[in-house]
């Protein structure tokens, strides 16, 4: 069983659709976390959640809607999105202690195309 | 702000050629310097954590490095199963304690 599950693995939405990407972590760790990975650019932090408590939104745009239930779970509610959304989507967690935040470990991630 | 350069950009290596690629870093106070590696369609993997300069970590035919401005990842005789983007992560002591990404380097080995 891997450590982190994202679902689904592909996913083709309309710009006026409303979708919901899923993760779960099986590792035990205390942080989950959305990332956004576009073409030939760096991973883009967007959301982190910490004891299931958001603790960080980069500037993301309302039309992505993070959803944290436990510590397990991470959802990413999307709603008319644009063209320039479609990315690959992907979800980590990691264990937070006075170190600061310990390695991540990725999902395989959701490529999301918007039409 | 914390800033992370990769380079280059790309390489492509025969079977057995060995090279290096690069990691240039600024960031306030290093608190660890991460190396993952990337299949296509799927997510990054750890590899290494690196958190003070001079220090060293092996894996298979992979040697991580660092120093105070960047890191290099050393590839020893490398096979097409080597063949991956490499991503290079920091992490500084202020703020969130962000983890702030490099572009990657999209490595080929040909056999």
């Known amino acids: 069983e891997t450590g982190v599950t994202q679902t689904p693995r592909h996913l083709v939405m309309g710009m006026t659709n409303k979708k919901s990407l899923k993760c779960e972590q099986h590792l035990g760790h205390n942080a989950m976390y959305w990332y956004k990975q576009s073409a030939k650019k760096p991973l883009e932090l967007m959301f982190v959640?910490?004891?299931?408590?958001?603790?960080e939104n980069n500037s993301v745009p309302s039309r992505f809607s993070p959803e944290c239930p436990n510590s397990s779970h991470l959802f990413l509610h999307l709603h008319t999105l644009q063209p320039e959304d479609s990315a690959l989507y992907l979800c980590a967690s990691s264990q937070e202690s006075d170190r600061g935040r310990e390695k991540l470990f990725f999902g395989s991630g959701t490529q999301l195309s918007v039409l | 702000e914390d800033q992370v350069t990769q380079s280059p950009e790309a390489l492509r290596l025969q079977e057995g050629e060995s090279s290096s690629l690069n990691c240039s870093y600024t960031v306030s106070g290093l608190r660890g310097l991460f190396w993952y590696r990337q299949d296509p369609g799927k997510g990054p993997e750890f590899l290494f954590t690196?958190?003070?300069a001079g220090e060293e970590k092996e894996k298979e035919r992979l040697k991580a490095t660092l120093t105070k401005k960047e890191s290099f990842l050393h590839i020893t005789a490398p096979k097409p199963e080597d063949s991956a983007t490499y991503l290079c992560?920091?992490?500084?002591?202020?703020?969130?304690?962000?983890?702030?990404f490099g572009q990657g380097t999209r490595l080929t080995i040909n056999p």
């Open positions: 959640y910490n004891f299931k408590e958001q603790t």
């Open positions: 690196l958190y003070s």
């Open positions: 992560a920091v992490q500084g002591r202020a703020g969130a304690q962000k983890l702030v």
